[in-house]
């Protein structure tokens, strides 16, 4: 169905996110030192052609904990996205489909979450966890699911009184075999368009929470790396860019990705464009 | 066959507690089904003949009232009673492009009634290629989506699908008013050899007087949720009682190819 | 008055060029309600919109279309919108999906009036709603899309069409949708618009049509079969499909015609008619007919006819 329909920006999205999966991939086997070994005496170091993107304040090579922490972003974001889009859907779905009081009462559930600022609920979670990763990926679902739940359940609304859906019914489909067969596969394409912009701002999330101090702290993280470079801005203002550069190459990608899917999904196909007379 | 006693419904067009305006969709209905017959249901829109339809087939539930299928009273199904209902009433749609699903292969879309009986997959196929033929298409159609057929191709898909599991009763609501002169001659034509064949019965609902008068046996007439007048064909052509259908048939007179608008 | 000539409008398809609209010829007389007839699918529409420049982008137009002897198909999109909307009029098809749902009856006339520099005072669109037959046209004039029938609906996308006066009117599927006694209404108001100007008609629906018009085109696969005079069409359609057509028509005997309207990229050779017709003959499935004269006022496209 989507068959040789790629546009440009969809084209750039899927370049720039396949680089960076690559990247993370084969961190282990691509990093040429051990992203937490620390060299006291290599300390600030520019870049070089040992260290190709120079080291940190403790030594660390930074070119190598760049690539790890790919893995540890991609990680959380994936997570994060992961468990949004399958609560979310499911619940927005089922309460969208039920219709009636369920589903008021739900909204308002949903809407009570949407009342907080998202990321004070983000940062006080994260906070009462501690720095971890645990505590980061459960703050940041507990944010974004809400999208998902609003997104599918104005889908399935649009799709519910359609007159197929009556006829499923009209043939003995109960509420289950519909919303598997028949709604689900008509509410994907606004799902999948949200996905991966959300993946983009969840990244963006996850690093600028680790910035605070309050993500990833064991590992290497993207966030938390500028945040070391913070001090070091005006004498080694590599130890900042290159994390940076990396966060700006990773949300830039999932977000073209999801504009181009968006363009492709949101005048139909061209097929319709026939329709005309 | 079927027999619709004193059915009444209103919709609330608020969901605001106190500011409830109920509006009578409909109001008193009370007619039968012959066993063999088409029956044929005119009104405007709006008057609730869709609203009937659905509530035939149990896809709306009436507010009071009977409706009785060969003997039992399907008007507030419980599981059991759905399942008869179903093997017995099928309906077909007014926009065939409504009524596939866009995401399907046309295969799946024939499929469906027959899977949702438990039939296995082998038994599925052979049903399938021969309900294709049945309305006169192909294989090649198979595996299409709706959008690369034409309206009038997607509709004897939705007949087909209809009669898979060999109702006795169809209900067609204005499935040809979205079509051109010529595919609805053929759609009804291919109608006719089915309820024949098939040995069904028929209830189309329209709002084109014209078809209605070739092809029914009997004629009821809706207005605001009341049915106004049922008759036969000929009595209501030429012996209309109700002024409503006294205005209708003249107003369909002087659209007649045969009249000219004087200018 | 208006008098077009080889009219074609072609598209790049991932299947090739495709034309839906193919070598039309035809002449509109001032003040003439001229029918093009065609199902679904034919190029009706597309020619209509090619006859007030607006194709989309990508549509290649070409062929020669004269008002009052001046050439306007090649004309810079400025100078159509002196001629769009103020000599040529539009009644677009579905005005419940044309009409703009926030602005008012009276904002959707006043942009059109104002556009063309026509007066645009409150007592010119009260008048222009009577004479479409809408009632109580002051009330209605502060109304929303929303809040008027179908059929009232209709009439006001037929005051926005001759609000600036035009010396033609194209209405597209004016009658689509509405019930039997608002298309009569509808019908009978657009014939009292007859006499005052031209009028081409887009329909598919043969008993408007038979009540509206003048002269009837026949269109099939994008191109004209037949265009003969109303009386003479409905009393005896010479091209197979124009006869075949009416034959399939309640009012007569229902007969269907055999096959499926051909696809933009499937159209047959020889005569594009021919898998569907009765009298087709071994020339027809070869060479292509071309639109010749058999009598006074009549053309048809057909060798068995001609």
Not at chain 1, 123 to 146: H, P
Not at chain 2, 101 to 110: E, G, K, Q, T
Not at chain 3, 161 to 177: F, H, Q, S, V, Y
Request: glycine share 6%; hydrophobic share 40%; with cysteine.
């Amino acid at each position: 169905m989507i068959k040789g329909i790629f546009n440009r920006s969809m084209l750039i999205g899927l370049i720039l996110i396949g680089a960076v999966v690559f990247l993370a991939l084969t961190a282990p086997w691509l990093a040429p030192q051990d992203p937490q070994k620390t060299n006291f005496d290599q300390r600030l170091l520019s870049p070089s052609s040992e260290y190709p993107f120079g080291t940190d304040h403790l030594g660390r090579c930074i070119l190598s904990r760049v690539l790890f922490a790919a893995r540890i972003s991609l990680f959380i974001g994936g997570s994060v996205i992961g468990i949004s889009f399958i609560a979310g859907t499911l619940i927005g779905s089922i309460s969208a489909y039920a219709g009636g009081i369920v589903d008021e009462t739900v909204m308002r559930f949903v809407d009570g979450f949407l009342a907080f600022p998202s990321m004070f609920i983000a940062l006080a979670i994260a906070g009462i966890f501690g720095g971890n990763m645990t505590g980061l990926i459960i703050a940041l679902s507990i944010v974004e699911w809400t999208a998902y739940a609003r997104v599918s359940r104005g889908s399935v609304l649009a799709v519910k009184n359609m007159d197929y859906i009556a006829v499923s019914r009209m043939m003995g489909g109960r509420a289950p075999y519909i919303l598997r067969h028949h709604i689900l596969p008509n509410i994907t394409s606004p799902l999948l368009v949200i996905s991966t912009l959300g993946m983009g701002n969840v990244i963006l999330a996850a690093a600028g929470l680790s910035f605070l101090g309050l993500g990833v702290s064991s590992a290497p993280e993207w966030g938390m790396m500028v945040n070391e470079g913070r001090l070091f801005l005006q004498s080694a203002p590599h130890v900042m860019f290159f994390p940076g550069i990396f966060i700006v190459i990773t949300v830039l990608g999932f977000n073209f990705l999801g504009d181009g899917l968006r363009d492709i999904f949101d005048p139909r196909d061209t097929k319709q464009r026939w329709r005309l007379f | 066959m079927l027999e619709v006693k004193t059915l009444d419904k209103s919709y609330s067009s608020s969901t605001i507690p106190f500011r409830k305006k109920s509006v009578k969709v409909l109001e008193n209905i009370s007619f039968r089904i012959n066993k063999h017959e088409t029956l044929c249901i005119v009104g405007e829109s709006g008057c609730g003949k869709t609203t009937l339809a659905k509530c035939l087939v149990s896809l709306e539930k009436p507010d009071n009232g009977k409706i009785i299928l060969e003997g039992r009273d399907v008007t507030f199904p419980d599981r059991k009673t759905l399942s008869f209902l179903h093997t017995k009433v099928q309906m077909i749609f007014q926009n065939a492009d409504t009524s596939l699903n866009p995401r399907h292969l046309i295969y799946d879309s024939l499929a469906e009634p027959l899977r949702l009986q438990g039939q296995n997959e082998d038994k599925v196929r052979k049903r399938v290629f021969q309900l294709l033929t049945h309305v006169g298409l192909s294989e090649e159609h198979l595996h299409r989506h709706p959008h690369q057929l034409s309206g009038g191709q997607n509709q004897r898909i939705a007949i087909a699908r209809a009669i898979a599991l060999h109702p006795d009763l169809l209900i067609a609501d204005e499935i040809t008013a979205a079509l051109d002169v010529s595919v609805q001659a053929q759609i009804l034509q291919l109608l006719k050899t089915l309820k024949k064949e098939m040995d069904m019965t028929l209830l189309f609902i329209s709002h084109d007087l014209t078809l209605v008068k070739r092809i029914a046996d009997r004629v009821a007439v809706m207005q605001d949720g009341k049915l106004v007048e049922i008759n036969d064909t000929n009595e209501i052509f030429h012996n209309p009682q109700s002024p409503y259908t006294k205005e209708l048939i003249s107003s369909m007179a002087r659209l007649s190819l045969n009249s000219h608008t004087p200018k | 008055m208006l008098s077009i000539r080889d009219l074609k409008v072609a598209f790049e398809s991932p299947q090739g060029p495709i034309t839906p609209v193919d070598s039309v010829d035809m002449d509109i007389l001032d003040k003439e309600t001229f029918t093009i007839i065609g199902e679904s699918g034919c190029g009706k529409s597309l020619l209509a919109n090619s006859l007030l420049g607006l194709l989309p982008r990508d549509a290649k137009v070409c062929g020669k279309v004269h008002m009052d002897g001046k050439e306007i198909l090649s004309l810079k999109e400025k100078e159509w919108r002196k001629i769009r909307g103020n000599k040529i009029g539009l009644v677009f098809q579905n005005p419940s999906a044309s009409l703009n749902p926030v602005f008012t009856m009276h904002n959707q006339l006043y942009e059109t009036l104002k556009y063309s520099n026509k007066p645009s005072s409150r007592d010119k669109m009260v008048s222009l709603l009577k004479k479409t037959g809408i009632k109580n046209p002051l009330r209605r004039l502060s109304q929303y899309p929303h809040q008027l029938s179908g059929g009232m609906k209709q009439r006001f996308a037929i005051a926005l069409g001759i609000a600036t006066d035009p010396e033609i009117l194209i209405a597209d599927e004016p009658t689509n949708g509405l019930d039997v006694t608002v298309k009569l209404k509808i019908v009978e108001m657009l014939s009292k618009l007859h006499a005052e100007r031209s009028i081409l008609l887009i329909t598919h629906d043969l008993n408007v049509a038979s009540n509206l018009s003048d002269k009837i085109a026949v269109m099939y696969a994008g191109e004209l079969v037949e265009i003969a005079p109303a009386k003479s069409f409905f009393e005896k359609p010479i091209h197979p499909y124009s006869s075949q057509l009416l034959a399939s028509h309640p009012e007569k005997e229902m007969i269907p015609i055999p096959g499926f309207t051909p696809q933009l990229t499937q159209r047959p050779h020889g005569c594009r008619f021919h898998p569907r017709c009765a009298l087709a003959c071994r020339k027809c499935k070869t060479e292509h007919p071309q639109l010749e004269k058999i009598e006074e006022e009549r053309y048809v496209r057909c060798f068995a006819c001609a």
